[in-house]
Structure formats: C-alpha cells, structure tokens
C-alpha cells in the first residue's frame, strides 16, 4: 500500500517513470511515508544506510556505475546538509544524482520546533535544479508539483548534475491507504528527428513563440504552420494574435519555442487544447510548462536546425491556410489610445527605428498594430523601469528610439530623465489617461471606492518634468491634431516628448 500524500504518489510514479531503479534511505520519521512508498513500488530497489553523508555517496557510485540517476531519501533538518559533500563531488563529476529531503510545515521554521530548518535552496551551489514540491490541495497544485517534478528529473538526466526534491510533509504522515500509484504525465527529452516525425503525424500544427530576440525568421513556416507570434518576438512575421486566436480550431500539436507571451487569450486557449501533443525548444537548458500540458523537450543549441527542419516538413494543408487568412483581418481600435498606437506604427512603418514599449496597455496596443520587432521589459513584466531601458536602447544602438509609455510607467521611471547627457535620438510617447486603464478590465472594481487607489488616479501631466530636465515637449488632447504632433515627435532634433491626454480625462 502506497502513502495518501498526492505529492509522494507523483513523485514515486515519475521516479519510476525516468528510470530510476535504485534509492539509497535513511533513517527518519519525515521520511517514512516517502521511503514507505520507495519499497513498495516495483522497480526501485531499496538500500537502508543510517549515515547520510554515506549514503548520498553511495547513491552517487550507483548512478557512476549505471549511467541512470539514483535517489538518496533523507529526513528533515540537518540530515540534508549531510548529503553535500557528496552533491558536490556528484556536480564535479557531472553525476546525476537526486537528493530527496522530506521537509516539515514551512510554518514551523524558526519556531523552536525540532528538525527545522531552511531546507529549499540548501544545496543550490552544486545543483542544476532545486525544487520545493507543494502539499497538493487542488488541480493547479497537482499540475505544479506533477511539472517541478518531471522538471527536475530531467534536468539531471540531460545536464548530468545533481537535482534537489524537497517534499514538506503535514501530518498525518502515516495513512498508506492507496493501492496503486497514479498514471502520471511524463516530460520526456525528444531529438529534432522525433519531431520532425511528429509533424507529419498531425494535420493541425501551430508553432508558438513569446519574446525573443534570437530567432530565425518564421515566414517561410506560414506555408505548413499556423504561427503564433506577437512583435516581442523577432521572427519575421506577427499577427493579432489576441484578437484571432479564438476564431482557429484547436491545434493537434503544439510547437512552442519559448519565450514570454502577452495575450491572456492565447494563453488560456492553447491550456484548453488538452489533446494536442505539445513540445517546448530549449536552447539554454531550461524548459517552461506554460500551456500545463507539455508532453516533449527537445534540447538544442540552434534553433535554427530546429527552423529548418520544420520548415522542409512543412506541406500546405487547410490549417495553415485558415490562420494565414485570419491574419489578413483590419484591426479595430477600442479606445482613443489605442488609435494613437495605431496611427503612430503607420508612420513608423517606413522608419529605420526602434521602439520599446511599456507594459500593461501599452504593450497590448502594440500586440494589436506592430508589425515589426519591439522592446518590451516582459522578463518580470515590471511597469518601473521602462523609460531608463528605452534611454539605455537610444544610446546603444544609434537609432531614433522611439517610447510608448503609459502615464503610471512615466511618472515611476521618470528619473531616467535626469542626466546630463540625455540622448538626443530618443522620443517619447505618454499615454496619459489618468491611471492604469489596464484596471478597467476589472469589472468587479466598477463603483468601489477602491478603485481609484487600485488605478492610480491622478491629474498630473509631463510638462513640469520636461521644463525640468529640458525636454522638449508637445501636449495633444484630441485625435484630430495627432498627426501633426506624431510628425513633430519623429522630426529630427534633441529629445522630445508627446503627450496624449484626452479632453474628457
């Protein structure tokens, strides 16, 4: 009989799952359910070591002589700090070898309570990967602890380097009440002929990428693919993804090519498709899960191999031609920003130039009307320093380096103004609707006195801080005399700034 803790059901399944056949454990009470489930589950043999220092290096002369990682099981508190002479000798010679800590209730730490202590994140130095499995209570804390999981186990197979589970453990800890382990979702590692066999076993193929600057172009892709990409990613061809991904069928396989990805809508679709086979590109060792149905990494150091062999498996079918036919469609705009956006990319369509745009409307705009490579901070998606990278563009690259900003972006990064030697080649564009019109979106919001502190409400405008830091400075408070003062904020001269700020505000 196997433990009822879900978190050790799936760690025990998948372990089995890539091939671990040997486990090293250790004396302890945190650890029993989790060395219960290692002896009752068929394929993994077991050996009892009571020193863990001595244990972990046996673990690691099973995994030398077999090639395949093996586990060392220890209990919570200083059991774990043991096991690291050996994780480090283990990341030296390039050994996978899997240290799983059982761990207590996070709560617990620093409360004079027995065998506590900071256990995620000990060993980090000599691991390529450290994962804190969560106590599962729902559907997304099974799908996280099902992905850390498989995330883990085949880093230390691909990379040959120790990995760190570490299982925190509430009482009970004694209920083996289960029968049989769960069927779980394996990630495997694939080569770039698995999938390119794939390809042509589906008929309803998208290739998906988010942010990156290191891609070959995708056009020629469009002719066997549906190509999803929004201007953060530099590939060559951009659609209006947001608006268009709800009008396609759902793909059977899912090429994603990494990368942050703004719309909300493709992203909730593409977790919808929960029958297409999906595979993630991995160009630096890390894999990401998230459309939370990833069945296939494949490890790469060019994409481009990866780009040119889908792009020779690719034959015109009705999917592709579908989504090409979608892409033609006129974009609407929504509000009086956004067709300063709009307007602002058709001037700009001819112009050797660069523009880095901020988050949260701004970029979404962008995602809407671009259709050529942006900037945008996307990393962490932070509002606070979008103008000081636009400054730090302007002055490396040469170009004009033209900012969309919203008001709230602004006046947080204003600072980036403040220097004696401000660029002359950067122009900056303030959306100023009086807060974070992203807030809008959030109708249970609409008449609560609370959303006013939760937009930002003001009624300042930029042109105390351009008279401040001699900037100059252009103040439009409706659409019919925009283009005029888009012509002056992309007119030659030293640094300039446009604000757009409607009457009604």
């Known amino acids: ?25 250790c004396p302890g009470s945190r650890n029993a359910a989790l060395v219960n489930n290692l002896t009752a589950c068929q394929g993994i043999e077991c050996h009892a070591a009571t020193d863990e220092r001595s244990a972990a290096f046996e673990a690691m002369g099973i995994s030398l002589a077999s090639g395949n990682p093996a586990v060392v099981c220890v209990t919570s508190g ?14 030296h010679q390039h050994v996978p070898l899997v240290v799983i800590s059982a761990d207590r209730p996070a709560a617990w ?26 106590e599962v209570r729902d559907d997304m804390e099974r799908w996280n602890c099902n992905f850390l999981t498989n995330k883990a186990l085949l880093l230390a197979k691909h990379l040959n380097r120790p990995v760190h589970i570490n299982v925190p453990l509430s009482e009970p800890l004694y209920n083996f009440t289960e029968k049989k382990l769960p069927e779980e979702r394996v990630i495997r590692e694939r080569t770039v002929d698995e999938l390119a066999e794939s390809v042509k076993r589906h008929a309803r193929v998208m290739v998906v990428t988010g942010q990156n600057r290191n891609l070959p172009s995708l ?85 481009s191999c990866v780009v040119e062999r889908l792009a020779n498996s690719a034959t015109a079918n009705q999917y592709a031609e579908r989504w090409n036919e979608l892409r033609k469609h006129v974009v609407e705009c929504t509000s009086d920003e ?12 001819g112009l050797d130039c660069n523009l880095c745009y901020a988050n949260s409307m701004s970029v979404r705009y962008a995602c809407r009307h671009a259709r050529h490579n942006i900037f ?26 033209l900012c969309v900003i919203g008001d709230l972006s602004f006046f947080y990064d204003c600072n980036a103004l403040w220097r004696n030697d401000l660029p002359k080649n950067l122009r900056i564009l303030v959306l100023n609707n009086g807060g974070g019109k992203i807030f809008e979106r959030f109708t249970a919001l609409q008449g609560n006195e609370a959303r006013r502190f939760v937009a930002g409400s003001h009624g300042a405008t930029c042109e105390g801080i351009c008279e401040t830091h001699n900037v100059g400075y252009r103040l439009v408070d409706s659409l019919a005399a ?4 888009l012509a002056w904020l992309l007119s030659d001269g030293n640094v300039k700034l446009l604000e757009y700020k409607n009457k009604q505000i």
């Open 109 to 134: 730490i620093d409360q004079l309570d027995g065998q506590t202590l900071e256990q995620p994140g000990a060993i980090d130095r000599w691991c390529c990967s450290s994962v804190n499995l969560p």
């Open 78 to 91: 200083s059991a774990l700090l043991n096991t690291l002479p050996a994780v480090a000798e283990a990341w």
């Open 482 to 485: 925009l283009d005029n003062a």
């Open 219 to 303: 056009a020629n892709l469009g002719f066997g693919y549906a190509v999803v990409s929004e201007p953060l990613a530099w590939c060559g061809t951009w659609a209006d993804c947001d608006s268009l991904i709800g009008e396609i069928e759902e793909p059977d396989m899912v090429i994603y090519l990494g990368g942050t990805i703004v719309s909300k809508r493709v992203k909730e679709f593409l977790r919808k498709t929960r029958n297409a086979e999906q595979w993630y590109i991995s160009t630096d060792g890390e894999f990401a899960d998230t459309f939370m149905n990833l069945a296939n990494v494949v490890f790469v150091s060019d994409i």
């Open 1 to 25: 009989m196997f433990s009822d803790k879900t978190s050790l059901a799936i760690l025990t399944a998948l372990l089995r799952s890539h091939g671990v056949n040997h486990a090293v454990v």
């Open 376 to 401: 945008c901070n996307r990393g962490v998606n932070g509002i606070e320093g979008s103008l000081s990278t636009a400054l730090g563009i302007a002055r490396g690259d040469g170009k004009m380096c």
């Open 338 to 349: 956004e067709t300063v956006v709009s307007r602002l990319e058709s001037l700009v369509k």
